[in-house]
């Protein structure tokens, strides 16, 4: 089955810096790749999310990068803010079902 | 709003006794719910795909007698945890597919004493 690696697995970053997490998949039939903001004791929040066919995808200070042939996708948040500060987690999906990273704590200090 | 309502958000029960979970669509048909379970600090882990009118697929290792799983309608599956055991406790939490993104319920917080 599918396996998701996701580093690092802490991240800490002073305000207004920029954080990266990066994933790699094993599954090169993974079609969907969606990043989730979970809060504690909540549902996963999607993010951003990128498919097969797309290199990269940007939505005002969130970015995600794909590239297929490494089987690797990474997370960019620039100018961090407080709120920022959550678990985050990589998916790969395969006939919609969800392989999840083991997720990155981000902590942004003021 | 929420398109996928999960039911209930928290509950206690003694060992030895079943507590059924409902997940249900709310303005959409899903006839392949999934099953995750989160312990704490950890990540999400599938545990069974639910199939709307047939068997669920279980991921390996997950107990398809101890996690029994039912998806009666394309609106509602249910996981009965059976024979509850305090290493059940988790946060347990479904997901559909809603066109190309997935949407998950509110989770079930489920504590074993």
Known sequence: GENVEQHPSTLSVQEGDSAVIKCTYSDSAS???PWYKQELGKRPQL???IRSNVGEKKD?????TLN???KHFSLHITETQPEDSAVYFCAASVDYKLSFGAGTTVTVRA | GAVVSQHPSRVICKSGTSVKIECRSLDFQATTMFWYRQFPKQSLMLMATSNEGSKAT???GVEKDKFLINHASLTLSTLTVTSAHPED???YICSAFRGSEAF???GTRLTVV
């Open chain 1, 60 to 64: 005002q200070r969130i970015a995600v």
């Open chain 1, 68 to 70: 297929k042939t490494a």
């Open chain 2, 58 to 60: 279980y991921e390996q």
């Open chain 1, 31 to 33: 079609n969907y790749f």
């Open chain 2, 89 to 91: 406790s988790s946060f």
């Open chain 1, 47 to 49: 993010i951003i999310d």
């Open chain 2, 104 to 106: 998950f319920g509110q």
